[in-house]
């Protein structure tokens, strides 16, 4: 799906690795692109030409049970970092794969299993180390450039490379995937928005419903009829 070419690949094992490839691209006037784990489906961790800075090989993970932290490298998925967490019962509020990247989900804004009692990712992120494009490394909080941390809470990339998080987690929750699931076509959407605005008001903290628009080719078992429209899916904790 993505095919794209890269002149370079340079494959970081540590923050130092990092700060040097952006002073070269710098230097060098060579594009950059960033890859965590891959999981982009619009290709962003790839250019033509330039250079890629491949954070896949940074999976360091610290767990500070007593304060219900977790410092966090790029290259972790979701499920190494439930893997970690689950030792202290705790859990990570990002992510519905555990394919997925942290970095990545994080900074695009980071749904997830708990969303609606504990938020999205980027609202449990209590700061990041950045690379900025001089290759300074700096931290990014609430207190410390916190310009810079309100921009990447959400803002995707370009903002500088972040090669730390520092979540707030909290314990874990049993969460379960009842519910319902069924298709409307567009012309409906108001009308079904409505209701499962009504149902979320009744529910409890941890129910949630998703849906997105689909079109004719969204699944091969979907049926040919409606070609559009909306799918609701409404899940219950167990």
């Not at 700060?19 to 006037?29: G, P, T, Y």
Request: with cysteine; glycine share 16%.
């Amino acid at each position: 799906m993505i095919d794209r070419h890269p002149a370079m690949i340079v494959r970081c094992a540590g923050v130092a690795d990092v700060s040097a490839a952006v002073k070269f691209a710098r230097r060098h006037d060579i594009e950059v692109a960033v890859r965590a784990t891959g999981h982009n489906v619009a290709g962003l961790s790839l250019c033509n030409g330039g250079m890629v800075i491949d954070l896949s090989a940074m999976k360091g993970i610290h767990v500070n049970p007593e304060h219900r932290t977790a410092r966090v490298e790029p290259g972790v998925t979701w499920a190494e970092l439930n893997h970690e967490l689950q030792l202290f019962d705790l859990a990570a509020t990002g992510g519905f794969v555990g394919t997925t990247g942290v970095a990545g989900l994080t900074l695009g804004g980071g749904l997830g299993w708990m969303v609606r009692k504990h938020g999205c990712a980027l609202d449990n992120l209590l700061s990041a180390d950045v690379v900025t494009a001089d290759g300074r490394v700096i931290r990014a909080s609430s207190t410390e450039h916190s310009d810079l941390f309100w921009g990447i809470r959400g803002g995707g990339g370009n903002f500088g490379i972040v090669t730390s998080f520092e979540f707030q987690v909290p314990g874990r929750d049993r969460i379960g995937r009842a519910g319902t699931a069924s298709r409307f076509r567009g012309r409906q959407g108001p009308a079904v928005l409505a209701g499962i605005r009504i149902d979320g008001a009744r529910g409890n903290e941890q129910q949630r419903a998703s849906i997105p628009r689909t079109g004719a080719a969204a699944a091969r078992c979907a049926p040919k009829r409606p070609h559009g429209g909306y799918r609701r899916c409404v899940g219950r904790p167990a």
